[in-house]
């Protein structure tokens, strides 16, 4: 198992450094200095690799936002947490890594989609119904309609020329998006907490 996190973690860089396509099975052993016929028995070949290689980063992040979900009570410091971890982690998936998925492996992009509409709707539902609870957030909107909604705009961010066109950062864009949508679904009380939160991304 040590062998294989360590192909997955080398692959993940090397896919997100210089885009799925352009990487070979041989360029992932070279990298971690063993023999293609090891990498082979850890992997049937390229299309299992990268199918495996967004498998982990998955779990990765269902992992650390369970995380914080069990251990910060507030609804938009939570938010606000989970959030910053994302687009940290992100950068493990670059905008060309993201393309050549899209365009050369479906079934691995396929899974990144699942990913969003399922577990991340999820998250955010369970955020907006935390946050009417304790005052954060106002009731009258739906939460499922505003979650999907959020959720596809915010993914749009790596994936859009218009977007990427800007003058601004994926992480400046990103956080914008965000605090959009917080102050659209917060009450008084929520925009005290939006606005006593440092979003640069670099005070985690």
Same mark, same amino acid.
């Not at 040590?2 to 041989?26: H, I, N, P, Y």
């Given at each position: 198992?040590? #062998?294989?996190?360590?192909v997955q973690s080398t692959a993940q860089r090397l896919f997100s450094r210089f885009g799925v396509k352009s990487v070979t099975m041989d360029d992932v052993a ?10 082979? @028995? ?6 299992? *690799?990268? #199918? ?12 650390? !936002?369970?995380? !914080? ?5 507030? %609804? ?9 971890? #994302? ?13 050549? *998925?899209? @365009? ?13 509409? @399922?577990?991340?709707? $999820?998250? *955010?539902?369970?955020?907006?119904? #935390? &946050?009417?609870?304790? &005052? ?10 505003? %979650? $999907? ?27 914008? +998006?965000? @605090?959009?949508?917080?102050?659209? +679904?917060?009450?008084?009380? &929520?925009?005290?907490? +939006? ?8 005070? *985690?």
């Amino acid at each position: 198992m040590e #062998l294989v996190s360590r192909v997955q973690s080398t692959a993940q860089r090397l896919f997100s450094r210089f885009g799925v396509k352009s990487v070979t099975m041989d360029d992932v052993a070279k990298e971690i200095s063993i023999s293609k016929k090891t990498l082979y @028995k850890c992997f049937r070949d390229k299309e299992s *690799l990268v #199918l495996s290689t967004v498998e982990s980063h998955l779990r990765e992040n269902e992992a650390a !936002i369970e995380k !914080i979900i069990n251990t910060e009570p507030n %609804a938009i410091e939570q938010f606000h947490l989970i959030t910053m971890y #994302l687009m940290s982690n992100q950068r493990k998936m670059s905008p060309s890594m993201l393309y050549d *998925l899209k @365009k050369y492996h479906p079934k691995s992009f396929e899974l990144l989609e699942k990913h969003r509409s @399922k577990n991340i709707v $999820r998250h *955010l539902l369970f955020n907006m119904e #935390l &946050g009417q609870k304790s &005052g954060l957030y106002h009731h009258d909107f739906h939460p499922e309609i505003i %979650a $999907r909604s959020f959720s596809m705009l915010s993914f749009q961010v790596f994936d859009n020329e218009e977007l990427n066109s800007l003058n601004a950062s994926q992480d400046d864009i990103l956080i914008e +998006i965000i @605090k959009y949508h917080l102050r659209s +679904i917060s009450t008084p009380k &929520g925009i005290d907490t +939006i606005n006593a939160i440092n979003w640069k991304i670099n005070s *985690l």
